[in-house]
């Protein structure tokens, strides 16, 4: 267990890991008309390049957690660190002064995925992902969109049924952000069809890999998939 520690003390220790591990980020003087004019929400890179910064953005993560801050207010039990929230605010706010590799690969993972299954699932499910999605190994992705399920999410068709010990889920999903590189996804299923559509169904977490998960690029108006 770690012992209960102040923000400054908390402090002191953020910023000696970071001054080890990384660069200091240089200011830039920002001038109006001068710049990059990207707008774009998501990059649309080359898939080596994606695969290097991935593989960039798992170390640093790694190292977080291997050094006690990988999941600063998560419960010990899966691998936090169980302070309070303010001191995760504080450790990225002195880590947005340092150069490190792109994180937005756990964006949705660490932002949704992981909050789910902390909040809902089974302790067995949470013991099995969590210290692994904070620590980077494990990248997660949202599959809830399907082609005739958007805003209207409840008109979801795929369906998961029991089959002996296990769920069998068979259906399509859409829009899955970061399907390419992510390893586990939060899918949800009709799981009875009898009942109202805002009811009766279930999330379920996915191996990414296991067969039958076919990922398929999908090509956007801006040429990028
Ligand atoms: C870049 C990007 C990333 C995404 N990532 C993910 C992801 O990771 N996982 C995932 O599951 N989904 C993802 N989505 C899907 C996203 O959540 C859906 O696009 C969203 O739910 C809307 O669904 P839709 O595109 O089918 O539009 P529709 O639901 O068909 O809506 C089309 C239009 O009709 C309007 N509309 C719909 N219903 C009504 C109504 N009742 N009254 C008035 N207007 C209405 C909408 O506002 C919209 O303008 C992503 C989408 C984008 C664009």
């Known amino acids: 267990m770690y012992p209960m520690i102040t923000e400054e003390s908390f402090r002191d220790e953020a910023v000696a890991f970071l001054e080890a591990n990384a660069t200091p980020r240089s200011e830039e003087k920002f001038v109006w008309g001068e710049g990059s004019d990207k707008v774009a929400l998501f990059d649309e890179k080359a898939r080596e390049t994606e695969q290097r910064q991935l593989e960039e953005a798992k170390a640093w993560r790694a ?9 600063i207010s998560g419960p010990e039990e899966y691998g936090g660190r169980g ?24 964006g949705i993972g660490l932002g949704m995925v992981a909050p789910t299954i902390l909040a809902h699932a089974a302790e067995e499910t949470r013991a099995r992902y969590l210290p ?7 990248v997660g992705c949202q599959l809830f969109s399907e082609p005739g399920a958007g805003s209207d999410l ?31 996804g939060e899918v949800i299923c009709r799981t009875d069809a009898d009942l109202p559509k805002h009811k009766g169904l279930t999330g379920f977490v996915v191996d990414m890999h296991a067969p039958g998960v076919e990922v398929r690029p999908l090509r956007q108006m801006t040429g990028g998939a």
């Not at 190292?63 to 999941?71: H, Y």
């Not at 409840?154 to 390893?183: C, F, H, I, M, P």
Request: without cysteine; negative net charge.
């Open 63 to 71: 190292k977080r957690f291997d050094a006690g801050l990988g999941w």
């Open 83 to 106: 302070l309070p929230a303010s001191y995760d605010r504080l450790y990225s706010s002195l880590e947005a002064r340092y150069e490190v590799p792109n994180q937005s690969f756990f």
């Open 132 to 138: 692994g999605m904070y620590r980077g190994d494990i």
């Open 154 to 184: 409840a008109s979801l068709q795929a369906r998961a049924e029991r089959d002996g010990d296990e769920w069998r889920v068979t259906g399509q999903k859409v829009w899955t952000s970061g399907a390419q590189y992510s390893d586990i």
